[in-house]
């Protein structure tokens, strides 16, 4: 059905930034709420972000201040701009839907150092 693919990870310095894209197949993306989800080196999965059809979005407490989840429904693309990451956000970052399953895309690393 719907395929996912992140891209715009990356090696970064402690304070430093980057936007992560997650670009979306399919013809139902404008529908369809959106999650960021990160997994880091021995450690679960964890949800980051989502954002709904609307554009509502809802935050980890961790990343409050720091990260925007944003989507252009136009270019079936959806984003996470990442602003002063700290080394703790070093993580695998995946985006994800729900389409009667759920659908992940590959992931993309973004290493923070310190």
């Known amino acids: 059905q719907v395929q996912l693919a992140e891209s715009g990870g990356g090696l970064v310095q402690a304070g430093g930034s980057l936007r992560l894209s997650c670009a979306a197949s399919g013809s139902t993306f404008r529908f369809n709420t959106m999650y960021w989800y990160r997994q880091a080196p021995g450690k679960q999965r964890e949800l980051v972000a989502f954002?709904?059809?609307?554009?509502?979005?809802n935050y980890a407490d961790s990343v409050k201040g720091r990260f925007t989840i944003s989507r252009d429904n136009a270019k079936n693309t959806l984003y996470l701009q990442m602003n002063s990451l700290k080394p703790e956000d070093t993580a695998v970052y995946y985006c994800?839907?729900?389409?009667?399953?759920?659908?992940w895309g590959q992931g993309t690393l973004v290493t923070v150092t310190s």
């Open positions: 954002i709904n059809p609307a554009g509502s979005t």
């Open positions: 994800k839907t729900i389409t009667g399953l759920e659908v």
